[in-house]
């Protein structure tokens, strides 16, 4: 299947090679990537002229931010399944292969998000790795995945360079990103696909997110927090007290997975699907828990 993979960029020269070097390392046969700079002038553009022959496109003019450039760039892409890798992050050895395989092996899967929550020290290297619990529905909507939401626990955000969807999605969704959500418009894209779909955590890491002393999501937090409190309020979740948001969470953190049947049941435990390898039979199997 014909992968789309989008790359924005502002003045990330340090950072920009490495991101687009792993993504073109990830190449699975039939990569669409597009490179959308928002006229950079550190430099930028030595790094994407290097690489521009392996480049589906390359886009170079002033934009109206992150999202905005990413509009441009889906706007001209063509692939099946679509996904964005921001400066700075980093695709995984093999990922664009493995998100090809599941595509192809379930239909019925609409958008993915990789389990294996990765980061990347300053210096683009590898330095931690998590495991997260799943993403229900329900979970995302009621606000248990965004911290700060309510006073109780929280669990994973969606890992942005680990999440990739199909064409089919992204229009049943609108097809772009809200541009009135400045800082959070990736997050409000999420709310928009679980209108629609659900999200499949799946077993094998896909992408690393670089930390950093200038990413706007440190630097910005509060507003974050903001816009993606307006996207959950704009589909009717309200934060819930300290105590009912951390049972559930610690619920979904620590019950056995032969006790989930009955949590479900009782309706304390919303499932969340999963799509692992299974070794014997060297294929993608679904299930939920």
């Known amino acids: 299947m014909r992968i789309s993979v989008i790359t924005p960029n502002l003045n990330c020269r340090d950072f920009l090679a490495q991101t ?3 993504v073109l390392a990830a190449d699975h046969g039939d990569l669409d990537y597009i490179v959308v700079d928002g006229g950079s002038s550190d430099g930028s553009q030595d790094a994407i002229a290097a690489r521009r022959n392996r480049l589906s496109g390359a886009i170079s003019e002033p934009d109206n ?3 905005d450039a990413l509009n441009k760039g889906f706007a001209l892409s063509t692939g099946e399944i679509m996904g964005w890798i921001n400066a700075g992050d980093t695709l995984m050895p093999d990922s664009l292969k493995v998100i ?3 595509f192809s092996a379930h239909p019925q899967i609409e958008w993915i998000t990789s389990r294996v929550i990765s980061f990347l020290d300053e210096r683009g290297r590898l330095v931690e790795q998590n495991i997260h619990w799943g993403i229900s529905r329900k979970s995302f909507l009621m606000g248990e995945h965004l911290p700060g939401f309510s006073k109780g626990r929280s669990l994973s955000m969606v890992q942005q360079e680990s999440t990739f969807w199909r064409r089919s999605l992204w229009d049943k969704a609108g097809g772009g990103l809200d541009l009135s959500y400045r800082l959070a418009a990736d997050f409000e894209l999420w709310a928009r696909f679980f209108q629609h779909a659900e999200l499949w955590s799946i077993s094998a890491p896909i992408g690393a997110f670089r930390r950093h002393a200038n990413q706007l999501s440190r630097v910005h937090w509060n507003k974050y927090l903001s816009e993606a409190s307006q996207a959950l309020d704009h ?3 309200r934060p819930r007290g300290a105590y009912a948001q951390t049972f559930s969470v610690g619920l979904r953190r620590s019950l056995p997975r032969g006790l ?3 949590a479900r049941r009782l309706r304390l435990l919303s499932p969340a699907p999963f799509c692992e390898f299974d070794n014997e039979k060297q294929a993608w199997s679904l299930s939920r828990h």
């Open 260 to 262: 989930r049947p009955l």
């Open 20 to 22: 687009m070097d792993s």
């Open 235 to 237: 589909y009717g979740s």
């Open 65 to 67: 931010g992150l999202y």
């Open 100 to 102: 090809d395989e599941i």
